[in-house]
């Protein structure tokens, strides 16, 4: 169990974490005192794979004046979004074990708004996703070939590509680069999701995720990829599991609100060294 860290003085380097949510990976700062000066480029050197930590992002673990906690979120280029499905497990898991929180129902606050986690003591994580809203349809493009998309708003925007082939087709694809999509539907940017059936209730996706690249998983994507699944039929509402190259987690669509259960992994604890803290300020 991770322990409750003292207070990390920015000067001396912080308190880190490592974990993942479906291979999703994470360095989560525990940040008691609301102090770390979290910069891009800090962002972009714990992130980095081979000079620093290595991970999709890094998650800020702060508590709120009102007693509550917010979860700060950036991407590996260092840039903000909204909200993270799979690090919003994580940071739940760790509230729970590190004893900030105790099991059961934890609100919190992200950029998107706010979201409710239920943890146990061990065992999978729940979050309260919120709507996951349809939008329009639009295209995505990987050179030659295009594929036909809609935009779905999780508090953070999604661009999901159904029925693009087979198994094989989905392994295929180039997600080395980002996607082409269209600028004037998404003007912040997107997170574009490449799915296939895979049986009643069941599909698959790959993901290249704004301000990171492709990534092993995303969740606030199985969600988007769950609301549109269901739309697809005709639904509003049902469960839907979604593969991904991490793993699979399960999305629960209802009206107005959604969730999405699925492992969160505490991998190793330590401290940032001081003098890479203050080489990347
Ligand atoms: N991996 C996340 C999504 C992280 C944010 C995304 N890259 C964005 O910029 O919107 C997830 O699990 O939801």
């Known amino acids: 169990m991770p ?16 974990g993942h949510g479906t291979e999703n990976d994470f360095v989560l700062l525990p940040d008691r005192a609301d102090e770390l000066d979290l910069t891009e480029n800090r962002v972009r050197a714990l992130c980095d794979r081979r000079a620093g930590l290595g991970g999709d992002g890094v998650i800020r673990v702060v508590p709120d004046a009102d007693g509550g906690f917010f979860m700060d979120y950036r991407n590996a280029d260092g ?30 606050r992200t950029r998107g708004g706010p979201r409710v986690a239920h943890v146990q003591t061990s065992g999978d994580v729940s979050i309260e996703m919120g ?14 070939a295009a594929f036909a998309g809609i935009a779905v708003d999780v508090g953070n925007p999604h661009l999901v590509c159904l029925d693009i ?12 680069h980002a996607p082409e999509f269209d600028p004037q539907v998404f003007p912040d940017g997107v997170n574009i999701e490449f799915v296939t059936a895979q049986g009643p209730g069941e599909v698959a996706m790959r993901v ?49 609100t959604s969730m999405l259960t699925g492992p969160a992994v505490i991998v190793a604890q330590g401290r940032v060294e001081p003098q890479f803290w203050a080489a990347h300020r």
């Not at 860290?5 to 308190?15: C, F, L, M």
């Not at 082939?165 to 080395?176: F, K, N, P, V």
């Open 3 to 18: 322990a409750a860290p003292s207070a990390p003085a920015d000067s001396d380097g912080p308190i880190f974490l490592k």
């Open 79 to 108: 840039s903000l979004a909204q909200m993270c499905g799979n690090g919003a497990r994580l940071f739940a898991r760790y509230m729970v074990d590190a004893g900030w929180a105790a099991p059961g129902r934890i609100p919190f």
């Open 165 to 176: 082939g087979d198994r094989s087709t989905l392994a295929a694809l180039d997600l080395s």
């Open 208 to 256: 290249h995720e704004r301000g990171v690249g492709e990534t092993r998983s995303c969740g606030t994507g199985t969600v988007a990829v769950a609301a549109a699944t269901l739309a697809a039929a005709g639904r509003t509402q049902g469960r839907v599991l979604v593969n991904v190259p991490g793993g699979q987690v399960t999305v629960d669509i209802a009206p107005g």
């Open 131 to 144: 709507p996951a809203t349809l939008g329009v349809a639009s295209r995505a493009a990987i050179g030659d």
